[in-house]
């Protein structure tokens, strides 16, 4: 039961506020001079090296730069205020615009942070201008920011192709349609909605925006076609097997750097502080995967993952039983562990269960990636609430925006639930 109180201490750790990387690195060392002694560690500079040495992780550090750069190249800005003109007649049509662009901005940046925080910064307000309400304001952006984690090229699916041992390729490919159904989903929720309770979200007439309907014509077209090809380049490179993950990211870095050149946001200045803030993020995610390494070993060592594995196989309903379990596992744990830590702690113990009952390893990793996402909605530790409540105005309040998000994440358990029974819908095998 050793490893079993490793992961209740570590979650009390948590709790309690001590940093991630650190309470999984100290818990390890902590049990593991416990149980072993210090010996326990002596391949630990190994595993390290053999991380450090992954040319699938090196996509990482390249696809947050990329990000950086078209967030600093204000790509947000633009197409929120182009979308908003092309929409902004429907009812609700600014929410509309927001999940559509949330898509863009997750299918050529990722950075789920740098979306909501853009979104909350420039779309929020003309929402509450013109009389949106404030949770339903408030539940677009954060579910329209958190798109980056599933719809490829996600930091998510990069992790889950290393610790799945499968193409990452396969998995953006994958992840496609499922990202694209949760967009889906996101606008027809929106319309229905807006159509039972048209004081919701009012529509917007023309005349109240500024510049003439050609103007505007224009800047749509400017602000949409350049991010476009910039996708097709990335996601195409992979998608064709013209190029690996690694290297199709080094292609959007390029890409992301001519953007902000043709946008005129181009500077040394601006390189320096992507790359300073790329580096920043890079570091904290690596920190959390070398603790996280170390945490396994432990729990692997002390027989953790052998309770877990004795009582998944035991479970009544075999393959279904497992698939539901682990599903709520992983919803539970959202609610207060990061998804690199699930990523690392976790799967790594569910996905020889899932092999043994003959679960194909791509499906799995997708509806993996899929509940992950659902962690930055959930509240107390939603990350994406906590972006955009950093950005609100003051009349938005918390409970605001903790209410604003669970419609969207009732939506996103939908999905997952159609996902899950109904793969072939996908273009997945169950096996």
Known sequence: MTGLIMFAVALIMLLLGFPV???FGGVAVFFGLLTEGPEMFSLMPHRIWSIMNNTILMAIPLFIFMGIVLQKSKLAERLLESMGFLFGE???????????????????????????????????????????????????????????????????????GD?????????????????LSLVGVYVVYIVLVTLVRKDLA?????????????QQVGKAALAV????????LVLGSILTGVATPTESSSVGGVGAIILAALYRRFSIRMVWES????????????????????????FTYTGGDWVVEEFMLGLPGEK??????????????????????????????L?????????????????????????????????????????????????????????FIILQMIVLAILVVFPQWFGFSAH
């Open 163 to 179: 610790v799945f041992q499968e193409p990452v390729g396969d998995l953006f490919k994958a992840a496609l349609w499922p990202g």
């Open 21 to 23: 990387a650190f309470t």
């Open 320 to 349: 279904w039983g497992f698939l539901i379990l682990s599903m709520l596992i992983i919803t539970a744990l959202g609610f207060f562990i990061d998804f690199v830590e699930i990523s690392y702690i976790v799967v790594p113990i």
């Open 351 to 407: 996905a020889p269960i899932a092999a043994s009952l003959d679960i194909n390893p791509v499906w799995y990793a997708i509806l993996v990636a899929m509940n992950l996402q659902t962690s930055f909605l959930t509240p107390p530790f939603g990350f994406s609430l906590f972006y955009l409540k950093g950005v609100a105005p003051p009349e938005v309040r918390t409970t605001d925006i903790y209410a604003g998000v669970v419609p």
């Open 225 to 232: 076609i350049p991010p476009l090809v910039l996708i097709t």
């Open 202 to 214: 009012p529509p917007i007439r023309l005349d109240q925006m500024s510049g003439s309907k050609r």
């Open 90 to 160: 429907i009812r609700g049509g600014i929410a509309i615009s927001t999940i559509l662009v949330g898509a863009l901005l997750a299918a050529s940046t990722g950075v789920v942070g740098a979306s909501v925080v853009a979104m909350g910064v420039i779309s929020l307000p003309v929402m509450l201008k013109y009389n949106y309400d404030k949770r339903l304001a408030s539940g677009t952006i954060c579910a329209a920011g958190t798109l980056g984690q599933i719809i490829p090229p996600s930091i998510i699916l990069i992790i889950l």
């Open 275 to 298: 790359s300073l803030e790329t580096v920043k993020i890079t570091a904290m995610v690596f920190a959390i995967l070398i603790g996280a390494t170390a945490f396994s070993m432990v």
